[in-house]
């Protein structure tokens, strides 16, 4: 029998990917206009004793708002390894005015964010997480916080699940949603013809298109 594969040092994200075909047969894709960070796929973390496919299902509905979508087709895995002083939060932590447990906490780091790290002191490493603005332009930072984290709280190691959901259902051509403290639009645009998207999505799309011809 197969072991389940090692998941605890690795922050698990999920993309999906929800197509449909159009009145004209070309496949289209449902894609996120977030007010503050551009054209996306729906995406997100799996939260601690989740299953990948769970979460894709969630976040899937979390953030487009449709109830009714199949179940989520496995695409392909990609495992990536952050270069310093890039890092990721592996878990939901309190941030430290000092690198003890016994200092002062005034701010939590959720996980799934995207940290850096600053400088590091016995079990704690000092993170930096910057929120931007960077849509439409100019970009500026519009929050920033910087204290101290368990080391254990931190990874270099993130594995991603691409996805592939095949909505069959009706929908009007764009929608809002409310989701994640912001309003965003919701739209579906030709896979062969899509709209600039943010890095480093951008580069998912190869996924998608190889999950299409393989479906």
């Not at 999906?16 to 960070?37: G, Q």
Request: charged share 20%.
């Amino acid at each position: 029998m197969t072991s389940p594969p090692n998941h605890s040092d690795a922050l698990l994200k999920v993309t999906c990917f929800v197509t449909r075909a159009s009145r004209s047969t070309v496949a289209e894709v449902l894609l996120i206009e977030h007010p503050h960070a551009g054209i996306q796929y729906p995406a997100g973390t799996v939260e601690p004793g989740e299953e990948p496919t769970s979460a894709a299902a969630r976040e899937a509905r979390e953030e487009t708002g449709l109830a009714e979508l199949p179940a989520p087709h496995l695409i392909d895995v990609f495992e990536e390894t952050i270069q310093r002083p890039a890092a990721t939060t592996l878990s939901t932590t309190p941030v430290y005015l000092r690198p003890t447990l016994g200092s002062a906490s005034w701010a939590t780091l959720r996980n799934g964010i995207g940290v850096q790290i600053d400088r590091e002191q016995d079990d704690f490493v000092q993170a930096t997480y910057i929120e931007h603005n960077r849509w439409p332009d100019p970009q500026y930072i519009s929050a920033q916080i910087t204290g101290w984290v368990p080391r254990r709280a931190v990874t270099q190691r993130r594995r991603r699940f691409f996805y592939l959901l095949p909505f069959e259902g009706e929908t009007p051509s764009e929608w809002m949603v409310a989701a994640d403290h912001h309003m965003w639009r919701l739209f579906w645009a030709p896979v062969e013809a899509l709209p600039q998207i943010v890095a480093p999505q951008d580069a998912w799309s190869q996924y998608l298109r190889f999950g299409l011809t393989n479906l």
